[in-house]
């Protein structure tokens, strides 16, 4: 079946530095999304890529479409204490069930 | 507009009990999903709706049913729960072929 292959796993960086963290996958997706996830609580959804090669921001995070449509990125810049989490993206193929694939999450520290 | 709700938040079951998760949503979503997440292997599909009165299987359905009565519900079902079912449960609501929106989960354990 579909995979996604997110990295890196983990990181643990200094305020202010930028973040950068990957999927990849030997599939084709027509959508990318990028999830956060904070302890205890449901995903929620920071930037939908609808198009291949499409360039997104949302405040400090942007996340692109790989133009192969088999990846994906998303950069935080100048990373603060609140970005810690874990980051999933997810890959959706589209059919008439819209179901989403999902990669196995990048756990992002920030030490103040 | 309170979005994706979950009940119950958190539940301990003794194995071969039963129990229900509901979900609701108040976004008029088509499409409705359930998810189970466990450390290292992220979310993972059981079961999903594309509208009302309709179910089908996802990635790790067995063990679980489902019923979508109501167009903003969809319930999850454990007939004889089991410790390999301990987990957390994600339910997700979206238009069709859009982006899903997530509830805030339900903590299981199965003893």
């Known amino acids: 079946g579909q995979q996604l292959n997110q990295s890196p796993q983990s990181m643990f960086i200094q305020e202010g530095e930028d973040v950068s963290m990957n999927c990849t996958s030997s599939?084709?997706?027509?959508?990318w999304l990028w999830y956060k996830q904070d302890p205890g609580e449901g995903p929620v959804l920071l930037i939908a890529?609808?198009?291949?090669?499409e360039l997104t921001s949302n405040g400090r995070l942007t996340a692109q479409f790989g133009i192969t449509r088999k990846d994906s990125f998303l950069n935080i810049s100048a990373s603060i204490p609140s970005d810690v989490g874990i980051y999933f993206c997810?890959?959706?193929?589209?059919?008439?069930?819209?179901?989403?694939?999902f990669g196995k999450g990048t756990k992002l520290s920030v030490k103040p | 507009n309170a979005g994706v709700t979950q009940t119950p938040k958190f539940r301990v079951l003794k194995t071969g009990q039963s129990m229900t998760l509901l979900c609701a949503q108040d976004?008029?979503?088509?499409?409705m999903y359930w998810y189970r997440q466990d450390p290292g292997m992220g979310l993972r599909l059981i079961h999903y709706?594309?509208?009302?009165?309709?179910?089908a299987k996802g990635e790790v359905p067995d063990g679980y049913n489902v019923s979508r009565l109501k167009k903003q519900n969809f319930l999850l079902g454990l007939e004889s729960a089991a410790p390999s079912q301990t987990s957390v449960y994600f339910c997700a609501s979206s238009y069709p072929l859009r982006t899903q929106y997530f509830g805030p989960g339900t903590r299981l354990l199965v003893l």
């Open positions: 599939s084709i997706f027509n959508t």
């Open positions: 709706s594309v509208g009302e009165g309709t179910t």
């Open positions: 997810a890959g959706g193929s589209g059919g008439s069930q819209g179901n989403l694939i």
């Open positions: 976004m008029n979503h088509e499409y």
């Open positions: 890529l609808y198009k291949a090669g």
